[in-house]
């Protein structure tokens, strides 16, 4: 086996073939090829190595992520390759793991889980209030995780581990600061931050501010879509009265910017053997619009005067302690997270906004303890209990007297809780004869959903309440055969669970104005999965190369089914739908992934993903497409690096995505994607990347990057706002 092996773009394969006259000895970075020796934490809630894993991960960290030099830390895991980002606005960024998306993927930071009772099943964005300063390395579990981390992780779990200082023999204080600048949006951000650290204790602050400038669209089309996505207009308010302004730069997303501000306190200490400490983060952000619906058009004007996420904030405080035997460990993590999301929307011309607050805590509080049974074999356990109480307000307000009124919340808004209790446990180990590793886990989950509806809401609604408790439990086996010192095979099967959230029994949304209301249901249950997979990993000193297969069954699946009927809200008289439990899918799909030194000082990495999802609502014959399933995706580069210094080169590419596989749901936004082609099909894109760093001293560091040079005009699949065109970014690091 060896790189030439690999099927690679001919423009790619010409570049390399210019270096590769022979192969030649040096010392390989490690940082830049996967071993079987890397440590991962996320797959079984502690660090393993990857000999000894049956699971795909993948893992991003801070030196990736700056070489990047991501706006946010869903840019960061985009332009990995190896996870699909959707976006609806710039303050967006939905990842999808396996056709999994939103609610169905699990958000983990330093072992607690973000995901709360309103993760909504559409798109997410709460992955950007997570400041990429501030993290050390995300880590992506592929399938299943319910048995380690519980509900939700349906295709995966992305664990994020935020920087921690290390402790030092004599006090230590160390500032650090980093300027960004990218030219797309004008995006800045400023990042400035202090380490104290000492025997028994060490502190990390880190604070960043970042400004998100209207974004700019490339300009060289590649499909017979012309000038797909130009705002020729927007929507402006002066004296009271709307106004239609055209844009002169309509390439120029006009009203897509926003200003973030995210703050990081974390402390660690030791005392009597026990190592414990606290971590607080928040997130602030100014109005976030929602580009896509700004940018739609109605008989010629725009749809919508108004359309923002104001405030999107989050506050989060942990606490935790954990104690290392000679063969147990033990670990007690508590965390109350607060998150305050308000949506407001104004049609053009209308003299009232609409105000939805959601204000959700979340409480939770997790326990692992470790045995060490003996030289070969491990034994795993643990607790959590998760908390969620909801407070959903709607109001209507007059622009010119800011008079407001009582109206629709998005959820039920009246007492409204969800609680969750669980168990796990697992043994994991390995035969050494038979060359043979193991690892499996077991866990059941108690859950209660209570909510409660007002006489206001009960006006539209059969229901005074929603009101039920189910048991979900979930298993994973995992096998890895050492096939020689260097190659393995491995063999994985899961099943996990998503129970049904307060998005899901409780909400009350006109997803397509006139087209479909969403009303609460008080009958469904949680989602499940079963899902088996098939690697084999070959790693190497200078060479790495992975290949798997999977397959995911869902049972209970929850779609959006007709009630029938139709009600009068907001002024429209639109069908009703609620959220059910009725239909069952599958998905499928295969990745590639490599990474080898194939001259001196010379990288190359490579990685594909193939997915396809089919669904069937109950009572019918046919499939038809599932939404969230994104087109072939991958990314293709090489590195040339020495000490100190390194550049490199790479190439993002989407497949095709015909319009027969667009999923008739709505969730994959067909009417906002380039679908005009005769030959009906969102075209294949690729866009070209190419970046260097440089240590100008033992303290500055320094890059520079251009991304999407060909300056192509594009939109990912699902996506709602068009993505940067030719982009300069500027990235100045200071570390004492």
Known sequence: MSCSSIPLPKSILLGIGLFMVQWTQAQTDSSEIESFDEVIISAQRQPVSRSSMARQVEILSSKKMAASQPATLADAVQLSGKAFIQKSQLGGGSVVLRGFEASRILLVVDGVRMNNAVYRAGHLQDIVTLDQFSVDRVEMLFGGGSSMYGSDAL???????????????????????????????????????????????????????????????????????????????????????????????????????????????????????????????????????????????????????????????????????????????????????????????????????????????????N???????????????????????????????????????????????????????????????????????????????????????????????????????????????????????????????????????????????????GIKLVVPNNAIEPERTYTAELSSNISKKRFNFEIGAFSTAIRNLMVDQSRGDSLVFQGDTTPVFRIANA????????????????????????????????????????????????????????????????????VIFNGIKANSEYSSSGEDNLDDTQFGTPSGFTPTWQTYHLSAHSSVSENVDFWIGIDNIMDLNYRPFASGINAAGRNLSVTLRYAF
């Open 155 to 365: 295709g995966g779990v992305i664990y994020v581990k935020t920087k921690s200082p290390s402790f030092t023999d004599s006090l230590e204080i160390k500032p650090f600061a980093h300027f960004r600048f990218s030219s797309a949006g004008n995006n800045t951000a400023v990042n400035a931050g202090l380490t104290v650290t000492h025997a028994k204790s060490a502190f990390i602050f880190n604070a960043t501010l970042s400004e998100y400038g209207d974004l700019q669209m490339g300009s060289t089309d590649f499909s017979d879509v012309p000038n797909f996505g130009y705002r020729y207009q927007y929507a402006a308010t002066k004296n009271g009265r709307d106004t239609v302004i055209q844009n002169n730069r309509p390439r120029k997303q006009i009203g897509s910017g926003y200003q973030q501000m995210d703050y990081m306190f974390k402390g660690t200490f030791l005392t009597r053997g026990i190592k414990h400490g606290f971590n607080t983060n928040m997130s602030l952000s100014s109005g976030i619009p929602r580009y896509d619906r700004l940018s739609n058009v109605t008989n010629g004007v725009p749809t919508f005067a108004e359309w923002e996420y104001a405030p999107q904030n989050r506050f989060w405080i942990s606490y935790f302690a954990e104690k290392q035997g000679e063969k147990n460990y033990q670990k007690l993590v508590g965390a109350f997270q607060k998150t305050n999301v308000s949506r407001i929307n104004r049609r053009f011309n209308n003299p009232t906004r609409q105000i939805t607050n959601d204000k959700v805590n979340m409480y939770t509080l």
């Open 367 to 513: 326990y692992d303890f470790r045995h060490q049974l003996s030289k070969v074999s491990q034994w795993q356990t643990g607790a959590e209990l998760v908390l969620n109480t909801v407070n959903s307000k709607g109001y209507v307000e007059n622009i010119a007297t800011l008079e407001k009124q009582q109206s629709n919340a998005r959820y039920a808004d009246s007492s409204v809780y969800t609680a969750a209790a669980s168990v796990y446990a697992g043994i994991s180990g390995h035969f050494p004869k038979a060359r043979l590793r193991y690892n499996s886990a077991f866990r059941l989950t108690a859950y209660q959903l209570s909510a409660g509806f007002s006489q206001y809401a009960q006006k539209l609604l059969p229901e005074s309440s929603i009101d039920f408790f189910n048991f979900a439990p979930s298993a994973d086996l995992g096998l890895v055969y050492l096939i020689r010192k260097n190659w393995n095979l491995k063999a994985a099967a899961q099943s996990a669970f998503r129970n049904p959230n307060v998005d899901d029994a409780t909400k009350l949304f006109e997803s397509r104005p």
């Open 583 to 650: 239909a069952s899918g599958i998905i499928r799909g295969a990745y590639i992934s490599a990474q080898c030194q194939f001259l001196n000082h010379w990288y190359l990495d490579a990685s594909i993903t193939f997915t396809k999802g089919r669904f069937k609502a109950d009572g019918n014959s046919f499939f038809e497409p599932l939404d969230h399933i994104p087109p072939t995706f991958g990314r293709v580069g090489v590195k040339y690096k020495k000490k100190g210094f390194d550049i490199q080169a790479f």
